[in-house]
Structure formats: C-alpha cells, structure tokens
C-alpha cells in the first residue's frame, strides 16, 4: 500500500514538474536618466577637511557650548557608548591623565554620550575629568558628525577639529588605551 501512495505521489508531482508555466512577458528596461541620480548622494557625516558641524551641545552642568565658540582652538570631539563602563572610563582616563599635555597643545576635549547631567556629573566627579561631557539624548549631536548609534549607544569615534575650525583627523572604532596619545600626536603637540 506503501508502494502505491509513494508511486502516486512521485506521478503527480511529475506531471506538476512538466505543466507549462504561464508565459511572463518581459517589460523594457526604464530609461537610464531614471536610474541614475543627476547628483552623487550626499555622505552623512564629516570627514577629513570639512568644515566641523555647527552644533549646540548641552554639558552636564547646564550650560550650552556652540562648537564654533571654540574656533582657534584645536578641539576634541570624542563620542563613547556609555559613562562608567570599563572602555568608556579607561577613556576618559586616559584623557585625564594626559590633561596638562593636551592643554600645552591648546587642545580642549569634549566627551559625548546620550547619558543625562545626572550621570554625566557623576562620571566626571568619580574619575576627577577635567573636561565637560555633553548630553546628546536626542542624538542630534552624533548626527551631525555622522556617528553610528545603536541601542541609543554611540560607536566609538573622535573628531580632532583644526584651529580653522576643519575637521583634521578622524578615528573610527577607537582603542581607549592609548587614544589621547594618538590625539596629541595628530595635533602635532
């Protein structure tokens, strides 16, 4: 009985198999003005070279820093994930530690992260930072710079703006051991 089930189904399914599909009918190809954009797209974000995006940061005390404020100076923009996690303090750390170097250099750094002034406050107390770290809860401030943000996380990126307010080095995907050493030697410091 097996025999003739199995014997039936492989006839069906054959003849299904051999059946003529329907014919589809093969539409022209669009035009290739509108395929191609006129325009090449623009990036998101700033590179090497670009003017440093206008922003308006929040910082943990209150107060608001406009980017452009700090032109003449060489500026650190650095984003991280999180306060108090183990690669953001070592970070932060390691920015502390090399403060008096990085001031020499004329170099101001801003850490940025989407915790609020409460953590923001508490970071900076328990790991004695001197440098502000702005708010960025809505993540405008990522957006700009064109940082990729997951789980309302930053990725770890830093920006070194010129004097001349340019955008002078990038770093993608930072190792926070010793980032504030390649921080000063980009600066020429």
């Known amino acids: 009985m097996k025999r003739i089930a199995l014997a039936s189904s492989c006839a069906l399914l054959s003849a299904l198999a051999c059946t003529p599909k329907e014919e589809t009918k093969v539409q022209p190809a669009a ?3 509108a395929v191609v954009p006129s325009e090449p797209p623009k990036k998101a974000g700033v590179d090497v070279g670009d003017p440093a995006p206008e922003v308006d940061m ?3 005390d209150g107060r608001s820093l ?4 700090l032109q003449g100076k060489n500026v ?4 991280y994930p ?3 996690t183990p690669g953001c303090t070592v970070e932060a750390q390691n920015f502390r530690d090399k403060a008096e170097d990085l001031k020499k250099a004329d170099i101001t ?3 940025v992260s989407t915790q609020d002034a409460a953590s923001h406050k508490a970071f900076i107390e328990k790991e004695k930072l001197p440098f502000d770290l702005a708010i960025d809860a809505d993540q405008s401030i990522a957006k700009a710079f064109g940082v990729p943000v997951r789980n309302n996380f930053h990725a770890r990126w830093t920006f070194l703006v010129g004097k001349d307010g340019k955008i002078k080095k990038v ?4 190792s926070p051991k010793d980032h504030a050493t390649e921080v000063l030697t980009a600066a020429g410091a």
Request: aromatic share 12%.
């Open 76 to 79: 650190v923009v650095y984003f």
């Open 109 to 111: 750094v801003i850490g």
């Open 171 to 174: 770093w993608r995907d930072v």
């Open 82 to 84: 999180k306060d108090e």
């Open 66 to 69: 406009k980017l452009s404020s």
């Open 31 to 33: 035009s290739v003005s």
């Open 58 to 60: 929040p910082l943990q």
